[in-house]
Structures are given as structure tokens and as C-alpha cells.
């Protein structure tokens, strides 16, 4: 802790303040004149808190003007300090009393810290910002504002926080460097682990122990997603976790999991291949593994991000496939049960540009009638091309009983 009682910062209170003053001027743009945030990714962007306390409500008020303050369950608020840089007197915390209760809602007692605190009026001289999308915002949250303070236009921010954080800091990507370091290693547990009769569980452990491990010099996170491992012919479909079922000896393995440090995350996904895999796994193999290079050659700052999807589109149109899904998303900081940023999906409909800076998983999940495969890379994008932030080998991963 340092001398006003608050955390230590991970960034530079230049860098806290740069971002403060991006989500302000997007707020001005949008006509907000103050913003409400509530996404824990967020929260923990702007303040830096970070507790495992986003499953009661809890939010961050950011004024046009004025500090931003940090409402939470007391017992949680209490300890902020411990994480957060705010200073003591912008963290406040709500009653245990009104904790799961049904027929008030803890925002009912912030809006009236707010009123107490005079932060109602000038707010509703314009449109307040709210994060509609939020996982962690529910109806009844909306419903206890919306009551409780009838002077403010509440109408949907549009992930403008998300938005901000597409464009990462030098500081932000040497953590994610971190990050893949620990991705790296998980990814080796996890092809250790396979093998013919292991349980499906086992396997998980193996990647979870890595991923919280981290190195000597640093340790891992939990993560935003648990370890998927959809195996044989339920790698058809996407996002299976594990079971305690065992792995038969001719069948793929698709793992997707991520490394996270200091709650920025790096995911990879990868195939591996008990038995001599058929011939139709392989084809599709090949054709997976030449759109994603045909993607990260045309890679680089000011490039379409639709034109990233045509030329994975084109190329694997030439083996006969076709892929309804996006083919990746802007990645960062993530808390469950996501570690997306909501904002860029590289997809043929996308109306962003790429910019340096800007972080990806590009995610080439083919998922066919009783097979899949799965490869990904978690990339930054530069001036001038791409960098890969892990090194694991790609392909159809054969693994040796």
C-alpha cells in the first residue's frame, strides 16, 4: 500500500488517467454525461480493482467530471484498497442487508448514495451510459435505477469501455508476452497428459495446475473460460468442457485453453491425434492450417478487418469448405465466463479497421458431421504485419503412446 492508502499500481497513473480521459471523450461523443460500469474486465480497467465479487452488484461511476467511485458489497469495499488505486473515499460499500434480498436490489441504495453525494442532477443534464450487454447486469439492477432515479435518461453504452480497451499499451502487451509464456506451458501439460485411457478430467487438471503455476518467475491466473476438450466425434461441436469418460486410442483431442496473467489473457487452440487420424480429418488439417497463414499474411495495421475473413474465405473454399462462424475476436483482459473484448469479430460483416496494437485470437474452429478440428493463434497487430504471442507447434498434433 502507498501513502494515500490506496494499491499499488500495475500501470502508471499516467496510463490510468490516459485511459480515463479516452472513455470520457467516447461518453462526450455519444452524448453521456456520465457512464456506469459493470462489466468486472471494465472495472478493473479503469480502477484496477480485481475480487472475485462480480457475482453480487457492483459498479463504477464515472461522471463526465469529478472522480470516479467504486460501489461494492461492504464486505468487499472494505478491502478494495487492496487492489484498487482509488483513493478510500471513492470506494463505497452497500449494506449486507440488501444482499440477495427480493424485494430490494443494492442499487437502490447506490442511487441514493449518488443523490446524497449531489451526483444526480448534473448527470441528467445529459443521457446516462449504461452497459446493456454486461454479463453481470441483470433486469432487476435496471429496473431498481430506473426507479430510483427517474431524473436520468439510462440508454446503452454500446461497450464503449470495451471499445477503448481494443488498442492496447506497450505495458498491457508485455503483460500478455506473460500470458503466453504460461499458455505455452499449459498447452505442454495438456499434450503430456493425453494419452490412450486417460480421463478426460485428468487432462483438465493437468492444464488448470499449469495455468495457475505460471513459471518461476511469475504465476498464472485463473481464467475467464475453463479448459474445452471436445474429443472423437463430439468435436463437432465447440465449447465441450470434460467429463470423466477416457480417451479410446483413435481419437482427436481438440484442446482450446489460455494462459492469463494479471488477468490478461492469451488463448490458444490445437488437435491432437491418437491413432493414425482419418483422411478426412486431415484434409481438413490442411485446409485449416493454410487459411490461417493466408490470414496472418495479410495481417497489419490499416487493413479491413473483412478483408482478413475473405482470404481465409477464398482459401478454404478451394478444399470445398465453408465457415459460417467468425474467425476470431479482440482479446485482453478477461474475468468469466469471457475472455472476448464484445467489440471486433473478424468476420466478413465487420465494418472495423485494423490498428497497431490491436490484439486477436483468431480462432479457425471447424466444426463438420461427427469430427472438428480446432487451431488458433492469439496475435498482435503491427505497423507492418502480425506477431504470434505463443510459439506451440501447429498441425494436426500426433501423440506418441
Same mark, same amino acid.
Given at each position: 500500500?502507498?501513502?494515500?492508502?490506496?494499491?499499488?499500481?500495475?500501470?502508471?497513473?499516467?496510463?490510468?488517467?490516459?485511459?480515463?480521459?479516452?472513455?470520457?471523450?467516447?461518453?462526450?461523443?455519444?452524448?453521456?454525461?456520465?457512464?456506469?460500469?459493470?462489466?468486472?474486465?471494465?472495472?478493473?480497467?479503469?480502477?484496477?480493482?480485481?475480487?472475485?465479487?462480480?457475482?453480487?452488484?457492483?459498479?463504477?461511476?464515472?461522471?463526465?467530471?469529478?472522480?470516479?467511485?467504486?460501489?461494492?458489497?461492504?464486505?468487499?469495499?472494505?478491502?478494495?484498497?487492496?487492489?484498487?488505486?482509488?483513493?478510500?473515499?471513492?470506494?463505497?460499500?452497500?449494506?449486507?442487508?440488501?444482499?440477495?434480498?427480493?424485494?430490494?436490489?443494492?442499487?437502490?441504495?447506490?442511487?441514493?448514495?449518488?443523490?446524497?453525494?449531489?451526483?444526480?442532477?448534473?448527470?441528467?443534464?445529459?443521457?446516462?451510459?449504461?452497459?446493456?450487454?454486461?454479463?453481470?447486469?441483470?433486469?432487476?439492477?435496471?429496473?431498481?435505477?430506473?426507479?430510483?432515479?427517474?431524473?436520468?435518461?439510462?440508454?446503452?453504452?454500446?461497450?464503449?469501455?470495451?471499445?477503448?480497451?481494443?488498442?492496447?499499451?506497450?505495458?498491457?502487451?508485455?503483460?500478455?508476452?506473460?500470458?503466453?509464456?504460461?499458455?505455452?506451458?499449459?498447452?505442454?501439460?495438456?499434450?503430456?497428459?493425453?494419452?490412450?485411457?486417460?480421463?478426460?478430467?485428468?487432462?483438465?487438471?493437468?492444464?488448470?495446475?499449469?495455468?495457475?503455476?505460471?513459471?518461476?518467475?511469475?504465476?498464472?491466473?485463473?481464467?475467464?473460460?475453463?479448459?474445452?476438450?471436445?474429443?472423437?466425434?463430439?468435436?463437432?461441436?465447440?465449447?465441450?468442457?470434460?467429463?470423466?469418460?477416457?480417451?479410446?486410442?483413435?481419437?482427436?483431442?481438440?484442446?482450446?485453453?489460455?494462459?492469463?496473467?494479471?488477468?490478461?489473457?492469451?488463448?490458444?487452440?490445437?488437435?491432437?491425434?491418437?491413432?493414425?487420424?482419418?483422411?478426412?480429418?486431415?484434409?481438413?488439417?490442411?485446409?485449416?492450417?493454410?487459411?490461417?497463414?493466408?490470414?496472418?499474411?495479410?495481417?497489419?495495421?490499416?487493413?479491413?478487418?473483412?478483408?482478413?475473413?475473405?482470404? !481465409?474465405?477464398?482459401?478454404?473454399?478451394?478444399?470445398?469448405?465453408?465457415?459460417?462462424?467468425?474467425?476470431?475476436?479482440?482479446?485482453?483482459?478477461?474475468?468469466?465466463?469471457?475472455?472476448?473484448?464484445?467489440?471486433?469479430?473478424?468476420?466478413?460483416?465487420?465494418?472495423?479497421?485494423?490498428?497497431?496494437?490491436?490484439?486477436?485470437?483468431?480462432?479457425?474452429?471447424? !466444426?463438420?458431421?461427427?469430427?472438428?478440428?480446432?487451431?488458433?493463434?492469439?496475435?498482435?497487430?503491427?505497423?507492418?504485419?502480425?506477431?504470434?504471442?505463443?510459439?506451440?507447434?501447429?498441425?494436426?498434433?500426433?501423440?506418441?503412446?
Amino acid at each position: 500500500m502507498n501513502v494515500n492508502g490506496t494499491a499499488r499500481m500495475l500501470f502508471t497513473a499516467e496510463e490510468y488517467a490516459a485511459r480515463l480521459a479516452a472513455v470520457r471523450l467516447r461518453m462526450a461523443e455519444q452524448g453521456l454525461s456520465a457512464l456506469l460500469v459493470t462489466d468486472p474486465a471494465n472495472i478493473y480497467y479503469l480502477t484496477g480493482y480485481n475480487a472475485w465479487s462480480f457475482y453480487t452488484p457492483q459498479l463504477v461511476f464515472v461522471p463526465a467530471e469529478g472522480d470516479m467511485i467504486l460501489f461494492s458489497r461492504q464486505m468487499d469495499a472494505s478491502g478494495a484498497f487492496r487492489t484498487s488505486w482509488l483513493p478510500p473515499e471513492c470506494i463505497v460499500g452497500y449494506p449486507e442487508s440488501y444482499v440477495h434480498r427480493p424485494h430490494i436490489h443494492p442499487f437502490d441504495w447506490v442511487a441514493f448514495a449518488l443523490r446524497e453525494r449531489h451526483l444526480i442532477a448534473p448527470a441528467a443534464k445529459g443521457c446516462v451510459g449504461l452497459e446493456m450487454d454486461s454479463h453481470f447486469f441483470a433486469p432487476k439492477a435496471y429496473r431498481a435505477l430506473v426507479n430510483a432515479i427517474p431524473e436520468w435518461t439510462l440508454v446503452d453504452s454500446f461497450e464503449l469501455v470495451n471499445w477503448v480497451r481494443s488498442i492496447k499499451s506497450p505495458a498491457e502487451i508485455q503483460l500478455m508476452h506473460k500470458a503466453a509464456v504460461i499458455t505455452n506451458n499449459a498447452m505442454a501439460a495438456a499434450e503430456q497428459a493425453i494419452r490412450p485411457g486417460a480421463r478426460k478430467c485428468d487432462i483438465a487438471a493437468a492444464i488448470t495446475e499449469a495455468q495457475i503455476r505460471g513459471t518461476e518467475e511469475f504465476g498464472g491466473d485463473y481464467t475467464a473460460i475453463v479448459p474445452l476438450l471436445p474429443t472423437g466425434e463430439s468435436a463437432d461441436t465447440p465449447h465441450l468442457t470434460w467429463s470423466e469418460d477416457r480417451l479410446k486410442d483413435d481419437e482427436p483431442v481438440v484442446v482450446e485453453l489460455a494462459g492469463a496473467y494479471q488477468r490478461y489473457h492469451v488463448p490458444l487452440n490445437r488437435t491432437f491425434s491418437l491413432g493414425e487420424p482419418s483422411a478426412e480429418l486431415s484434409r481438413l488439417a490442411d485446409a485449416t492450417g493454410e487459411g490461417l497463414n493466408a490470414m496472418l499474411d495479410v495481417i497489419r495495421a490499416d487493413v479491413p478487418v473483412r478483408e482478413v475473413a475473405a482470404v !481465409w474465405n477464398r482459401t478454404i473454399f478451394e478444399y470445398g469448405y465453408e465457415k459460417d462462424s467468425r474467425l476470431g475476436y479482440s482479446i485482453g483482459v478477461g474475468f468469466p465466463p469471457d475472455w472476448g473484448e464484445r467489440t471486433i469479430s473478424i468476420r466478413s460483416e465487420e465494418e472495423s479497421v485494423l490498428a497497431e496494437n490491436m490484439t486477436f485470437h483468431l480462432i479457425c474452429g471447424m !466444426w463438420m458431421d461427427n469430427y472438428g478440428y480446432g487451431l488458433s493463434e492469439s496475435i498482435r497487430v503491427t505497423a507492418t504485419g502480425v506477431e504470434t504471442f505463443t510459439t506451440y507447434k501447429r498441425g494436426l498434433l500426433p501423440i506418441n503412446s
